[in-house]
C-alpha cells in the first residue's frame, strides 16, 4: 500500500515518560499515521519489546547488531516520512547533539533527512542544566523542531518545567509538520456508515454485516483534517462525533431520502454505507409465526449510488465501496465503470474478514487505472489514505 507520508519513527528515550508514549503510539494510528517504534535500549527498562510490537504491529528493533543483514538503520531510516522522539532524554538529547551513533535509535537519526520533533521529558534540573540547554540550542539549529516540556507534577514530589507533554499537544505539532492539518478545509463532506435493513416484520428485517467502523474513521479522518462532514448513518452504534452532523436512518428508502437532501450540499460523497440490494414486497403488520416462514418475496432496491451518479454536478468526487469474497479486482472494475466512479475501495472479505474489524484489507481502485494495494490496515490509516487522493 502507498504510505508515502504517514510514516512515522518513534524513537523512545529511556524515561519513566517511555509508559506515556504508549498512548502516543495509539492517538498517532487514530491519526492515520503508521508507526514504527525504535527504542533506546535504556528505554525498554521502562516499556519492553513486546508492548511496542503489539501496539505498533510492527517488529522492534534497538541494536544495530540485531537483523544485522537486513540494515535495519538505513532501512528505517528510508521508510520514515517524520521522525518523532518522545521522550528525549537528558542523556539521547546529549548523544543527538554529539551526532553519535551508538544505539539503532541514533543511527537512525543521522541516517534520515527528513523532519524531526523532539519531545524532551526529564527532571527541571536537568532540563534546565546549562547542558542541556546547550544542546537543545544545537539541535534547535540544525533543524530539529523541539517542544517545550509540560510544567507540573514530575515522578517524585517535586514540580517543575520536565513533564511529557499532553499527546494532544504533541499530535498538534506533528500534524503542524506535516501540514495535514487542515488541507480538506472548506470540502462539504458527504459520507454514509453502517448498512440498511430492510423489515421483514415488526421483529425481523434482512440486513448485512458493516459495522459502520469505516465510514465513522472516513467522518472522523475528514474533521481532523478540517472538512466539513455529514455522516448518515445506518444502523450504527449511538456514537457522536464532534462537530459532525449525524443522520440516523434505518432501511435503504429513508437512505436515499436522506442522500437526496443533502447530495447536492457536498462535494464529495462517499458510500461507505452497505445498502440492502433488495427488500421485502411486504412489510407484516404482525409477527410472522415461525411455520409461516417459508419464502420471503423480494422487490430490488434502487442503486443509489448510480442514480446519485447520473445526476452529479461537474467536480463533484463520488466514491464507492465494495466487498467482495471471489475476483474482488475484476467485479470491482465493473463496479466502478457501471457506476461512473471516482475510486472505489474494494474490501476482500473472504473468509468473513473485515466485518466488525479495526483493521482492513483490500485495494484502492483510482480513475486512471491505477491501484492502491492495501495488506493489512486500520480503518482509520485507510481512511487517510482515501482521503490523501482528494488532495
Ligand atoms: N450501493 C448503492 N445502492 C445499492 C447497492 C450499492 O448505493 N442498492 C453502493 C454501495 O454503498 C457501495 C457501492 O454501491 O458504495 C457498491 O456496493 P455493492 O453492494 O458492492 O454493489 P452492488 O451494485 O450491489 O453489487 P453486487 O451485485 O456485487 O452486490
Redesign the pocket.
Known sequence: MSTTGREVLLGVGGGIAAYKACELVRRLQDDGFLVTVVPTPAALNFVGTATWEALSGRPVLSQVWQDVPGVAHIRLAELADYIVIAPATADLIARLAAGRADDLLTNVVLASGVAKLLVPAMHPQMWSSLATQANIETLHERGFVVMEPDEGRLTGADTGVGRFPEVPRILENLRAIVGISADLRGRRILI?AGGTREPIDPVRFIGNRSSGKQGFALAQAALSRGAKVHLIAANCPDLTLEGCVITRVET?AELSLALDAEFENCDVLI???????ARPSQIEDEKLKSSQLRTIELV?????????SDKRRPGQVL??????TVNHLE?AIS?ME??NLDL?YVNDVSGGAIFGSDRTQGAILLKSGDQITVTDASKDTLAHVLLDQLK
Open positions: 454514509t435503504t458510500m461507505s454505507a452497505a445498502v440492502a440490494d430490488p432496491n434502487p442503486d443509489l449510488l448510480k442514480v446519485l466514491i464507492g465501496f465494495a466487498a467482495e467485479s463496479k457501471r457506476k472505489l
